[in-house]
């Protein structure tokens, strides 16, 4: 999904080091991504992954344009070229609102 439905500069947030679903932040031009919304999106690739109960989750965040998925990988893995991390609380859907 992550290499068929987004652009380069959508940004990619997933869970680091643990199994889980990945949140995509859709890129509007010249205009910076939100602090606020980070969090939130990186609270929920956290709440969303093996990492849900832990006080705190690493979570990976990076323009798409970094995430490769080489064909040797398996299904779900992906090699990420470039990346921050944020450390943040995962929160369920309606936690963040």
Known sequence: LTQKYTY???LWLHA???VGS???IKYQPNKPFPKQVIEKAASLAAYYSQ???N???PVICT?????????NLA??????DKEDVVMIEPKSFDEVL
């Not at 323009?63 to 064909?71: A, G, I, S, T």
């Not at 299904?75 to 990420?80: H, N």
């Open 8 to 10: 380069k500069e959508d």
């Open 16 to 18: 680091r080091d643990v």
């Open 22 to 24: 990945h949140v995509i």
């Open 51 to 53: 990492g849900k109960n």
């Open 55 to 57: 006080s705190l989750q």
């Open 63 to 71: 323009p798409k344009k970094y995430v490769r998925k080489p064909k």
């Open 75 to 80: 299904v779900g893995q992906v090699l990420i």
